[in-house]
Nanobody, 126 residues
Framework: QVQLVESGGGLVQPGGSLRLSCAASGFTLDFYSIGWFRQAPGKEREWVSCISSSDGSTYYTDSVKGRFTISRDSAGNTVYLQMNNLNAEDTAVYYC???????????????????WGQGTQVTVSS
């Protein structure tokens, strides 16, 4: 069974950091581009970041550039999102997603991704 499981969310103060994990089972993450999305209450799901299956290139939405870092651990079949200097606007449920078929490019639209995890809550508050 193909599964994606996000973890690492929680409550942090502004300026703090969190590291989110996306653990895969049933398939190999190295074959796919992997995206991170987030959704705040009352808002549409927003693309945050992506790491490419082809050359490992990384991409970020403007609001998180310089603060967030996406990475891949091939041995652990896990993708991470390191989030630093968090602010209240980062509060959301964060999802990882897989873009198919194998070798597909990164994309910033939700329709381009085929498999999704259940999400992990990130709350930034003082």
């Amino acid at each position: 069974q193909v599964q994606l499981v996000e973890s690492g969310g929680g409550l942090v103060q502004p300026g703090g950091s969190l590291r989110l994990s996306c653990a895969a089972s049933g398939f190999t993450l190295d074959f796919y581009s992997i995206g991170w999305f987030r959704q705040a209450p009352g808002k549409e799901r927003e693309w945050v970041s992506c790491i490419s299956s082809s050359d490992g290139s990384t991409y970020y939405t403007d609001s998180v550039k310089g603060r967030f870092t996406i990475s891949r651990d091939s041995a652990g079949n896990t993708v991470y999102l390191q989030m630093n200097n968090l602010n209240a606007e980062d509060t959301a449920v964060y999802y990882c997603a897989i873009k198919g078929p194998p070798g597909s490019r990164c994309s910033r639209v939700t329709a381009g991704y085929d498999y999704w995890g259940q999400g992990t809550q990130v709350t930034v508050s003082s």
